[in-house]
């Protein structure tokens, strides 16, 4: 533990780890103290592309925790940026929420929905089986396929929930064509954050609920890894995978010294 406390800069995932759905997990605000109060660099790093920073940001503060809207970057955020440097000035079928279309709107990308150069899709509450038929008709025209991330499900107050994934695999199965997911673990996500956080990976950690994108991010990234119980994985899961994290917490509870 103490190694995981030397770190100079943090990388948090937020679901399941800051929060389920509207409620704050407990020690969090313990935790975030402790980052201020010993000059830690961290990063809220979402897969999530529902909400922009300012939202996030507001999120927080609603539950009673102030955090600077420069702490948080999103699998929105990233798939814009990656869209941007891919082709600049290009169209896209959005399936998602304001959080994605405010970033891809952002980046210079407009909405098409005749022949856009992109379909992409990210979490959101209106999916709907129109916007799915669509999308295959795109996909089948020669759009390209695009997830904001890789999560099949996200924890909520009331249980799991379908995510990204499990969204863009009725348009995989239709099509036969396999999206490209931006977020964690891709290391164009993680690359960004590190360079966000301004330190190096081996003086970072990754704290996260998931072993298939953030445990994986962070032992491919060469970064500290903390999995916590507080999320969709449990202790019993952590076996399933080739890989370990070195540290299993209850919580971000367990980290203030």
Not at 107 to 115: E, L, Q
Request: proline share 5%.
């Amino acid at each position: 533990m103490e190694k995981l406390r030397e770190k100079k800069g943090f990388i948090c995932d937020m679901d399941g780890v800051i929060y389920h759905g509207n409620i704050l997990l407990p020690g969090v605000q313990e935790f975030v103290n402790w980052l201020y109060d010993n000059h830690k660099q961290f990063l809220f790093l979402t897969n999530s592309s529902e909400r922009t920073p300012k939202e996030l940001q507001q999120k927080l503060a609603r539950m009673g925790l102030e955090v600077d809207e420069s702490h948080f970057y999103t699998s929105a955020l990233a798939t814009a940026s990656f869209l941007k440097n891919q082709a600049p000035g290009c169209s896209a079928y959005v399936i998602g929420a304001p959080g994605l279309l405010n970033a891809l709107y952002d980046a210079g990308i407009t909405v098409n929905d005749v022949n856009p150069d992109y379909v992409v899709v990210g979490e959101t509450r209106n999916y709907n089986y129109e916007s799915i038929l669509q999308a295959v008709r795109l996909v089948e025209k020669g759009a390209r396929l695009i997830g904001t991330n890789t999560d099949l499900t996200g924890p909520t107050e009331s249980g799991i929930a379908p995510a990204c994934r499990a969204l863009v695999a009725p348009i995989e199965l239709a099509t036969g064509k396999s999206a490209y997911f931006v977020g964690k673990p891709n290391p164009l996500m993680m690359r960004t954050g590190l360079r966000l956080l301004g330190v190096h990976s081996e003086e970072a950690a990754i704290i996260g609920d998931r072993m298939d994108t953030d445990m994986v991010a962070g032992v491919e990234s060469g970064l500290d890894t903390a999995l916590v119980l507080s999320g969709v994985t449990t202790r019993e899961e952590i076996g399933q995978y080739p890989y370990r994290p070195r540290l299993v917490l209850n919580g971000v509870m367990d980290i203030p010294g």
